[in-house]
């Protein structure tokens, strides 16, 4: 069974950034979808970013389109969210997801099946 671990969350002024990394265990990682989500107190999860099993597609939720980016090192087994121009509202616990075998990048969390614990991301003012 796979185990994501994040790194790289913490505090953070607005306008500021933070590289966000989702380390997976197992050799099959290149062959699955990956997203990342997240969840403020007192919210539901939502849907960040996702990223096709072969990085070739991306989608993000329009709140983060042109500040977030999503990418995946294979070799590393490692999923990234680089996070620019950070506002108090992006403060959460970030999560990532392992999607499906050969799949393409979903906003659905239905659609991933293994998840990491998260890591805290806080934006101050």
């Known amino acids: 069974q796979v185990q994501l671990v994040e790194s790289g969350g913490g505090l953070v002024q607005a306008g500021g950034s933070l590289r966000l990394s989702c380390a997976a265990s197992?050799?099959?990682?290149?062959?699955?979808?990956m997203g990342w989500f997240r969840q403020a107190p007192g919210k539901e999860r939502e849907f960040v970013a996702a990223?096709?099993?072969?990085?070739?597609?991306?989608y993000y939720t329009d709140s983060v389109k042109g500040r977030f980016t999503i990418s995946r090192d294979n070799a590393k087994n490692t999923v990234y969210l680089q996070m620019n121009s950070l506002k108090p509202e992006d403060t959460a616990v970030y999560s990532c997801?392992?999607?499906?075998?050969?799949?393409?990048?979903?906003?659905?969390?239905?659609?991933?099946?293994?998840w990491g614990q998260g890591t805290q991301v806080t934006v101050s003012s």
């Open positions: 997801a392992r999607g499906g075998l050969y799949s393409g990048a979903s906003s659905n969390q239905y659609d991933y099946f293994s």
């Open positions: 197992g050799r099959t990682f290149s062959n699955y979808a």
């Open positions: 990223i096709s099993w072969n990085g070739d597609r991306t």
